[in-house]
């Protein structure tokens, strides 16, 4: 069987090469744990979403002895193509990156059904697929307290990817989450369209603050890096990154990053497959779990000063222990009502 398995490494590694991905010609040891990546749109290298589960392959890498390969997505065409290639080399796990990608991992999945997959933000229904969803409004509530503390306009905005109801759980979280601080805040609202232009993040994100806020999120991917660039040249203004710890990118202008821990999902999914108990079913994962939360701050803590942070700590563990239920849909966030805290 491994035999097997190391042939069709071989024999479709041209396919591999065409797809934009570097091919090691050396392929894995016998008995090596072997896992592969599709990617989001906008790959590697987004400093977000997609390099956050990157890392989690590299851990795998490091820790467990991995054999790794990553297929990265330039178009939503490529998915299907690039998750029949993996499963063509029965690699032990392949990962989706991306709630996009459901549709075309069932399928796949569907047609394969010795091969284990594992999906991250999205839910597949198939025996043979773990999904790893995250409370994303968890970690948002957080960055919208803050950013309301902080708002010297009392006006900030939420910039998304695209309208998903993914996405709808970090707006719905960050306007919450600025209520509950104040709730006289204004909070607006804008998409990209993509998650990853990044030209389109900035014109967006330069709109969002010649309107007035100073204090944009951008929940975008790799557009993400478009509002970064957006607040380099604004002195009394911040971008809150996404995903990944963004902080050290524009050190000082990136209030904090909303991060969610794809990495340890990634890992954890790697090591039970490792340990020849793999998971199935759908894995839920917020701040509770501490899979979700924002940065230590290390470029802002006395900007923030002690104050805010010990009130944003207060929060923090309101939500943790369930006296705060930060709303996942638009309609959760219209009814939000502040929680008084002592």
Known sequence: MRL???????AV???????????????????????????????????????????????????????IQ????????????????????????IYAIGVLMSRDLDEVAQANPTQHFAIIDGVV?????????????????????????MSRTHHVAFLGGEDIPLLE???????????????????DVKYVGSFDDVAAGKELTDLLFDD??????????????GSVD??????????????SDMDGLLPGKILTSMVKKVYVAVFDVAKAIKDGRPMHGHI???????????TDFRYTKNAIGAARLARLALIERAVEDGKITPPYTRAGEAAFRPVPLP
């Open 4 to 10: 097997l398995k190391r042939m069709a490494f071989s």
């Open 230 to 243: 957006s607040v380099r040249s604004r002195s009394h203004d911040y971008v809150i990154g996404v995903d």
């Open 212 to 225: 007035g806020a100073d204090i944009v999120y951008s929940a975008a991917g790799k557009a993400t890096l």
């Open 125 to 149: 229904d198939d025996p043979n697929v773990v999904s790893v969803t995250f409370r994303e409004q968890d970690g948002s509530f957080l960055a919208g307290a803050l950013a309301a503390m």
């Open 13 to 67: 590694a041209a396919t591999l090469f065409l797809s934009g991905c570097a091919w090691h010609h050396r392929g894995p040891r016998p008995g090596q744990l072997t896992l592969g990546m599709v990617t989001d749109v906008g790959g590697l290298g987004d400093h977000s979403f997609n390099d956050s589960a990157y890392q989690g392959l590299l851990n795998s890498r490091a820790r467990l002895g991995a054999y």
């Open 284 to 294: 839920i994962l917020g701040l509770k779990q501490h899979a979700i939360g924002l």
């Open 169 to 187: 759980k970090f707006e719905a979280g960050f306007v919450a989450g600025a209520r509950e601080v104040d709730p006289k805040t204004r909070v």
């Open 70 to 93: 990553v297929l990265q997505s330039r178009s939503a065409a490529d998915y299907q193509p690039n998750l029949s290639a993996l499963s063509n080399l029965h690699f032990d796990m």
